[in-house]
């Protein structure tokens, strides 16, 4: 079977770019049953960084993993850049974040036996579209300060240059929606604030960027901050800027 996904000049600055509407993930174990989810409902705009807090256990990893299209809601939906990703074949969505999605989490985001270099360039060739990348390996490389660690596996990097290497490989397929799960929670002062920077500077390319996290430091360079607990907002989603 041949999957067509459709391919995306890219959104405007200022456009709705992630709309997932009234979300819910339960989980099963014999007949104890987990509520992650209840209801929840989310827009984040082209240009725009969203925290997002809580509490560990209450839904933020379960919602990136929604708003990815790494799991499946078992109601509700989530739209990037105007396509449906859920409840969808796998490959349709494996495809769809391929072309859409970059996905930054605090560990596990580089392929072990590949260096730096190797690991960007691997996600540029699967991102299968028409149009050239925005930055070559090499840009990305130096874009996150690690071009003299190219030839580096991941287990030769220290935690600030796994967290840059981790970035430039969910930034080398030129996402219009960044998804960050704790990308911050194990480094120092200094590195977390050039993440940040990053993903700021990607978010002024256009990306639309969700971040779950603890940190105070995220939560005062975004925009706006949700708070989830217990698999709801703590308030009703704050409004969108028009």
Known sequence: MTVTVPVHAGPASGDPVL??????????????ETRALRGISLTVRAGEV??????????????????????EPDGGDVRLAGERMSHRPEAVRTLLRRRLVGVLRQSGNLVEHLDVRANVALVQRLRGRRTPPRRSVTQLLDLVALAHRARALPG??????????????????????????????????????????????????????????????VAADADRVLRISDGRWVTAEEPVPA
């Open 19 to 32: 709309l997932a509407h009234d979300l819910y993930r339960f989980y099963r174990a014999g007949d104890e």
């Open 50 to 71: 969203v925290a997002v807090a809580g509490p560990s256990g209450s839904g933020k990893s379960t919602l990136l993993a929604l708003l990815a299209g790494l799991d």
């Open 156 to 217: 030769e990097l220290s935690g600030g240059e796994l967290a840059r290497a981790g970035l430039a490989v969910a930034l080398a397929g030129d996402p219009v929606v960044l998804i960050a799960d704790e990308p911050t929670g194990e480094l120092d002062l200094a590195n977390e604030h050039r993440v940040l920077a990053l993903m700021r500077q990607a978010a002024a390319e256009g990306a639309a960027v969700v971040v779950a996290s603890h940190s105070a430091e």
